[in-house]
């Protein structure tokens, strides 16, 4: 249990930091989201890129990996669709919002420095792999349930293709494939970026943090931190070493980027569509707040790869 709060405590500690000097007026909101997107637009994309380019692909296949993930995204999604509807009568949108809330994850800000902290480089390629296909998939999946046949699936495409994460992903696998050697002085620059990514992604939670917090009514939050910390996890654990039988590397990491909180994405796309606004920040800092505990649970009872 004491290793496995040594591995958590820098990480929330960092992420607490962040909302401590927001609350102070050190950083401001548009500090914040300056920082985030320098975060998102550069040095994740650094580290992706200087880590993929360079790994070596284990011979295990990605399917299990993959399964085992998104079927719990798919069972918490309509479990919090389904009881937005029905218990509480809100919207299709609304409950599409809700459902999207409780199976995207915040698998680059807070995913990327956990497991790296928990595993090292070692779970870098199920980790960026897990990565690569999140977005697009849950993204997709939810533009497509909000807008029906209305919507263009070039546009999504589209847009995706442009996004700088997936961009570095793409590029550190043809990096890799093609056996690219770029000159030392050039990989110590990225690097140099890269090492950016873990700290500035933390502080840049944490002033979000401070912004969102919790304005929806409890219920709603309070189900989807349960199904978001604790039921997709516990899925994807069962899967993961108990059907699929993933190699424990594998299997931890599945589960550890399971019971990462809400990402900032639901927040962002509820904000788009007018849509479950204060429910979507709500669980974003709810989870967030939670999962300091339950990061030490899942933590305590994965086997150590």
Known sequence: MLSSIAI????????AVGLIVRRFGVLDDQMGESLSKFVFTLAIPALLFS???????????????WTAYFVGV???????GVFSRQMLGDTRAGAVVAGFTAGQANLVLVGVPLILSAYGQAAATPLFL???IHLPITMTAATLLLEGRETSLSKIFGKLARHPIILAI??????????LALPIPVWTMLEMLGSAAVPGALIATGVALHRYGLKADWRMPALIAVLKLMVHPAIVYVLAFHVMDLPPLWGATAVLLAAC?????????????????????????????????TTVFWLAILPMP
């Open 261 to 293: 909180p809400t990402g900032i994405n639901a927040y962002l796309l509820a904000q788009n569509y007018r849509e479950g606004v204060a429910l979507a920040s709500g669980s974003v800092f709810l989870t967030t707040v939670l999962a300091l505990a």
């Open 74 to 80: 798919a069972a918490v999604w309509i479990i919090a």
């Open 51 to 65: 880590t993929l380019s360079r790994s070596e692909m284990p011979a295990v296949q990605p399917w299990g990996f």
């Open 170 to 179: 793409a590029a550190g696998w043809i990096a890799r494939v093609s056996g």
């Open 8 to 15: 958590v405590f820098p990480i929330f500690g960092l992420i």
């Open 130 to 132: 897990l990565i690569g």
